[in-house]
């Protein structure tokens, strides 16, 4: 675009003029914080708190260094931008944009390791942040210890100066600290995983103790892992945001974050060294995460997935789009009401009804235009811990749950790889190559499927869910989504009159 000008720090002033940019001296940022991680949702949320806190002028002693694990893009991306970068807030209606520079310095892990080092073991890191998906912390979900024989952790273990995992680094960096009596810092996961801090703990004490027991007790009694809870929905950044950006705000980035207005961060306040004040930006201190936690996972998270898996054989590609189909807004509506928050506890601080409502707006915002190959993803590790946990709940409570098992039954049609008029499905998960083969091998029989103990748990055993999940699938393949969704929608209503 003519009037599109590159952004960096020596062009900040022309754009301020468009946008919101950062005020304070960049330059005076202290270290506080390593991040490791650094995609979209890092960038759009956490990232954002933090300039807040400078731009407020509450302080500067917790400047970011962002650390990418896997892939040198956002590297090649931000280092011309003196890693600033743009946020752009979407709602019906309104757009707004910011540049945010609470992270002046980027490194990429697998080609400068000891500079990773470097970060981690300075006496200003306070803390450590993470972002690396569940997949990243190689916690059993069943057990909830270590995975002591993976592959990459044994590598680790092999060669603790030269990592591969966010495990192995902050394990490496806290036995450094360790031997040069430099307190630890804490340690929080912003991964959206059951009792995160938890499998942090576990990730790390298992890890430490395979190096050498003392520093694993070392890491047990001295290092915090507190939970926290975080949400906005960042769908990944396209070329199309790209150009819109240069058009709308004359800002030319090479990698922008486009995002939802809201945004939420509660964490429990467990720090093993100064915290920072992150409440002056907005974040809710708690003693206990787990109920925030439970209702993000099970409503949002669930509900995300069952629309994404529903809305995918359907034939839409966006979430805006499938919630503007009544049937599956009907249903979504009445997954969440019906089937998940009776079985939730209270939420100190929340209206419940209220935030259901509210989650329903997110998901049909059509200024985020969210693509439910997203939220379809990994879908062997979201399934069990954001959806079958309500399942279970509701067979102990004997109450019934047929939207949820409908949700089941389409994860299963999912993954064979095609939509229910044949158009063909790209199915990502770590275990696509273990699944796609029982799903197409099994049909309309889930057994094949639901045999999967690591998945499904006792589930699978379960007759009568075995012959509901049977019975939606052969709908499914039948008659398609929505004589699937619309039996069971009227089902409940004929029962209700």
């Not at 979900?141 to 495990?167: F, H, K, M, Q, W």
Request: charge should be negative; hydrophobic fraction near 40%.
């Amino acid at each position: 675009m003519p009037n599109a000008r590159p952004l960096a720090a020596s062009t900040l002033h022309a754009h301020g003029a468009r946008v919101r940019v950062p005020t304070y001296d960049r330059r005076a940022l202290r270290p506080g914080v390593v991040h490791l991680g650094v995609g979209g949702f890092h960038r759009a949320h956490q990232a954002t708190y933090f300039d807040d806190l400078a731009q407020d002028g509450v302080t500067m002693d917790w400047g970011i260094v962002g650390v990418g694990m896997r892939r040198p893009h956002m590297q090649d991306a931000l280092a011309p931008q003196d890693c600033l970068y743009t946020v752009v807030e979407r709602d019906e209606g309104a757009s707004s944009a910011r540049v945010v520079g609470s992270m002046p310095r980027y490194l990429f892990g697998p080609a400068d390791p000891e500079a990773v080092f470097g970060a981690l073991t300075d006496s200003r890191t306070r803390v450590v942040m993470l972002t690396v998906t569940g997949d990243g912390y190689h916690v059993d979900a069943a057990t909830g210890e270590l995975d002591a024989d993976g592959e990459a952790i044994r590598a680790d273990l092999a060669n603790p100066s030269r990592p591969t995992t966010p495990i192995g680094y902050i394990v490496e960096a806290l036995a450094r600290r360790r031997a040069a009596g430099v307190p630890p810092f804490s340690v929080v996961s912003c991964d959206n995983i059951p009792k995160n801090g938890d499998v942090t703990r576990a990730a790390l004490v298992g890890f430490g103790t395979m190096r050498d027991e003392l520093l694993g007790r070392w890491i047990e009694t001295r290092v915090a892992c507190p939970s926290s809870m975080v949400d906005r929905i960042t769908p990944e950044t396209t070329a199309a945001d790209r150009a819109a950006i240069r058009r709308e705000f004359g800002v030319d980035d090479r990698w922008p974050v486009v995002t939802e207005p809201f945004r939420q961060w509660i964490l429990e306040d467990e720090f093993c060294d100064v915290r920072p004040p992150l409440e002056e930006a907005g974040v809710q201190f708690v003693s206990d995460v787990a109920p925030y936690q439970l209702m993000k996972t099970r409503l949002l998270n669930a509900s995300h997935s069952a629309l994404g898996y529903l809305g995918s054989l359907a034939g839409h590609v966006r979430t805006d789009d499938a919630m503007a189909d009544p049937l599956l807004e009907a249903y979504v509506t009445d997954l969440m009401a019906r089937e998940v928050a009776p079985l939730l506890p209270a939420t100190p601080g929340v209206d419940r009804d209220e935030y259901q409502s509210t989650l329903l707006q997110r998901f049909a915002n059509p200024m985020i235009g969210d693509p439910l190959a997203r939220l379809c993803g990994r879908g062997s590790t979201k399934m069990p811990a954001y959806l079958l946990p309500s399942i279970a709940d509701s067979q102990k409570r004997g109450r019934s749950h047929p939207l949820l098992t409908l949700a089941v039954a389409a994860w299963l049609r999912y993954l064979r790889g095609s939509d229910c008029a044949g158009q063909r499905i790209e199915v990502k998960d770590a275990l696509v190559d273990q699944l796609q083969p029982l799903a197409r091998a099994g049909g309309s029989d889930p057994r094949p499927l639901l045999a999967r103990r690591d998945l499904f748990g006792d589930l699978g055993q379960n007759a009568s869910f075995v012959a509901a999940v049977r019975r939606d699938l052969m709908t499914l393949d039948r008659d398609g989504v929505h004589a699937a969704v619309a039996g069971h929608l009227d089902a409940r209503a004929a029962r209700a009159a």
